[in-house]
């Protein structure tokens, strides 16, 4: 199941992020994943992720999350599951690429690392992801085409929030709770 949270204060004058708003509102969703809780936050404080796993496909630490990329450029926390890592691990492997997990996030992450957002046609699965690349300063936050996976958004005009649940958001100050015509559309 997993729970996946987090923070991107986007323009200068938005208040860094803070690392208690992310544990608190990550451990909101602790029944989503008993197993582990894992925290990033950015050198520069702008960007932080919340993780609580629910270990089912590698069950060692090496699976846990945030998960980072060899090099640091990506930073990812992932909920959900790719049925078809395996191939698509077997077709990265023999470029060259080196793994470190059995995970199917490690997966997501090399894909992400060599074709972009191109690489979410090639994924077959539930999930809700979110993808930090540190040299382009971009935030990808991204569902399965089915959209089983939920990952809901809270935009103040300054700070992007994230997360899991709804309820998990609502646990902060400043969440607008009213309506919002296009989401009814959605």
Same mark, same amino acid.
């Given at each position: ?48 992720? #919340?993780?609580?796993?629910?270990? &089912?496909? %590698?069950?060692?630490? @090496?699976?846990?999350?945030?998960? +980072?990329? =060899?090099? /640091? ?51 077959? #699965?539930?999930?809700?992801?979110? &993808?930090? %690349?540190?040299?382009? @300063?971009?935030?990808?936050?991204? +569902?399965? =085409?089915? /959209? ?39």
């Amino acid at each position: 199941m997993c729970g996946i949270n987090g923070v991107l204060a986007y323009r200068s004058n938005a208040p860094a992020v803070e690392k208690d708003e992310i544990v608190r509102v990550r451990d909101s969703m602790a029944m989503r994943g008993p197993d582990a809780a894992g925290l990033w936050l950015s050198d520069d404080g702008r960007v932080g992720f #919340g993780h609580r796993r629910l270990s &089912i496909i %590698d069950l060692t630490p @090496r699976g846990n999350q945030p998960m +980072r990329s =060899p090099d /640091g450029r990506f930073t990812i926390v992932a909920k959900g599951e790719i049925y078809n890592y395996r191939e698509l691990r077997s077709d990265l492997e023999s470029k060259g690429y080196p793994f470190e997990s059995t995970s199917d996030t490690e997966v997501i992450l090399a894909m992400y690392a060599r074709y972009g957002t191109a690489m979410f046609s090639k994924l077959r #699965g539930m999930f809700g992801i979110a &993808i930090w %690349d540190s040299a382009e @300063r971009h935030l990808v936050l991204a +569902r399965g =085409p089915m /959209g089983i996976k939920p990952l809901y958004v809270s935009d103040d005009g300054g700070t992007l929030r994230f997360a899991s649940q709804v309820k998990a958001l609502l646990l902060l100050r400043g969440v607008d709770t009213r309506p919002d015509p296009a989401g009814h559309v959605g």
